[in-house]
């Protein structure tokens, strides 16, 4: 047999390379005896993988590279190249040793680093790396820079933003569009919305992307109308526009508004596209709106989008959170590719619904499938732990998240970790995690700890915290709401009342507990105490009457979460029109026998609701399923999934 010459070989592999046929080419570079491979074979090679996310032959190009000697810039360029192949297949540790065994690194190595660790959802260490880069003395460049406000957007870290944009003047980028609309996009997103505008103001050139940035901006800045009105004053709407405003409304919980956008983009005979599908899925998400999301579904098949990573994690995300978690489980091992958001929102999906196990089963299984989780990933396996009461596997994977994976805890990952701990009754161990932590903790944590104590009755300590949280946010209603409670349900009615005047005379206000339910046509809204919905009388009646049902069941009210000290008679009616009641009340009534009643709620469930909805799914013969601010409750036949663990 006729050995083939090196620039054949060389072309074929690239042919093969071109036409897709990853595996043929691999196979002739492994089987040719003592090849002669370009460098630029090897970076065709490479970007296959990358295209096609193809992790277990990256690693045998890459063993293949390494075992030969290259010119120093070709080595360079290779090495980059295996940085990006690494992090496309979501193999983020191996991007970094390769990073950490570099020699040399100049600014295209760091833009790499930085943009595997944003892309990757950890754009805390990408601020970290952007550090580290500076203090090492390489220049930023225009990448960099658009890179790392990115990063900023995406946390709403507006103080590093701000330094970062003193930094750009200094380097003298500012007149760079690219960064120019990267820094339109981080003023937006991070809320200084007035900022935005003067930078939008000033640019020379706007393209698509700043008139983009900008209307998204002004939708999720709670000011819409002016996104509404940014949006007509454009010189071109496009569907990349249309994307931005529904994506706005849902980034800042205008959901109805982004519903409607979305059908009024469809009503102007605007052809949506794959990002409009990404974006307009987590409003139905948001608030459980099933029927409009399978709508949605439908019309992506209907028009024959492909299923890519992107919108089939938003469909996945879609029915996870409308409680369909084995319709989002059949989608997700459909997906022919995914990434570290697709394995993320399943395990997330699972989470939120109670199928803890399950959750760190399918977490074992990205783990082994190559894909490296990101921080939310641990977020989710730490909420799974928490939901389960799963102390030591949740320490572990806390202390593997550093230690394996090189990602430091934030915020997030402590209010779990506070959330775990506290459940689980170990209240002083807690304080005492709370007091080692190395970043100043939130306020979260320490409601959290303040929750607990109120489950755990450890009033001395509860007293403690909530005055540190009166003096951390005078304005949040959430310490006093569990502190008065906490008196409550010792029957300490004076205390109750001392907490209810401080709340007073301080001007502060509850959230109103709201739910949402699925009509036959649309959603409908209930809040506490709401007599707004044209079913009023009808609701209350049932209400009546399933008070009577589910107490000849044995159910008695529980008042003790009702903030003040009015006759019990007086209590009940008060918990009878909670809004989850209310809606599930509506749900019966507009449903046939048998069908599931899905609702969301903006607020935790409180315990007699909890208590309720489970007698209620007795004497209904339904199942309930009931997603609240925390997690998912389904009740059935007299039961909850979550053990009454919430
Ligand atoms: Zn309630
Ligand atoms: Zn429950």
Partial sequence: MSMPSTANLNLNIVALCRKGCLKEALHILLTTHNPTVNPSTYLQLLQTCISKKALSEGKRIHSHISERVFESLSHKLLQDTLIRMYYHCGNLVHAREMFDQMIERDVLSWNAIIAAYRR???????????????????????????????????????????????????????????????????????????????????????????????????????????????????????????????????????????????????????????TTFVSVLPACAKIGALEQGRDIHQNI??????????????????????????????????????????WTTMIAGYAQNGYCKDALKLFEQMKHSGTHPNYVTFTCILLACSHAGLVDEGCKHFNGMSDSYYIMPTSDHYVCMVDLLGRAGYVEETLNFIIKMPIKPVAVVWTCLLGACRSHKNIELGVFIASLLFEMNPKNAAPYVLLGNMYAEIGDWGEVQMVRRLMKDRGIKKIPGCSWIQGPKMVHAFCVGDRLHPQ??????????????????????DSRTVLNDLEEEEKELLLCHHSEKMAIAFGLLNTTPGTTIRVVKNLRICVDCHTATKFISKVVAREIVVRDANRFHHFKNGQCSCRDYW
Wanted: include cysteine; charge should be negative; aromatic fraction near 10%.
């Fill in 301 to 342: 098949i209907e028009r024959g989008f492909p299923l890519d990573v992107a919108v089939a994690s938003a469909l996945v995300d879609m029915y996870a959170k409308c409680g369909s978690i084995h319709k989002a489980r059949e989608l997700f091992d459909k997906m022919p590719q995914r990434d570290v958001v697709s």
């Fill in 120 to 274: 990757h959802g950890c754009p805390h260490e990408s601020l970290a790396l952007f550090h580290q880069m500076q203090a090492t003395g390489v220049q930023p460049d225009q990448f960099t820079f658009s890179s790392i406000l990115q990063a900023c957007a995406k946390i709403r870290d507006l103080k590093h933003g701000i330094c970062i944009h003193q930094s750009i003047i200094e380097a003298g980028f500012l007149s760079d569009y690219v960064v120019a609309n990267a820094l339109v996009d981080m003023y937006a997103k991070c809320g200084s919305i007035q900022k935005a505008r003067d930078m939008f103001d000033k640019m020379p050139h706007r393209d698509v992307f700043s008139w983009t940035a900008m209307v998204s901006g002004y939708a999720q800045s709670g000011v819409p109308d002016e996104a509404l009105r940014l949006f007509e004053e454009m010189p071109q709407r496009n569907v990349v526009t249309w994307n931005a405003l529904i994506a706005g409304y849902v980034q800042n919980g205008f959901v109805e508004k982004a519903l409607e956008t979305f059908k009024q983009m469809k009503l102007m005979h605007v052809e949506p596209d794959t």
């Fill in 536 to 557: 009023t009388r009808e609701i209350i009646a049932k209400l009546e009457e399933l008070s009577w049902e589910i107490k000849a069941a044995g159910y008695s009210p």
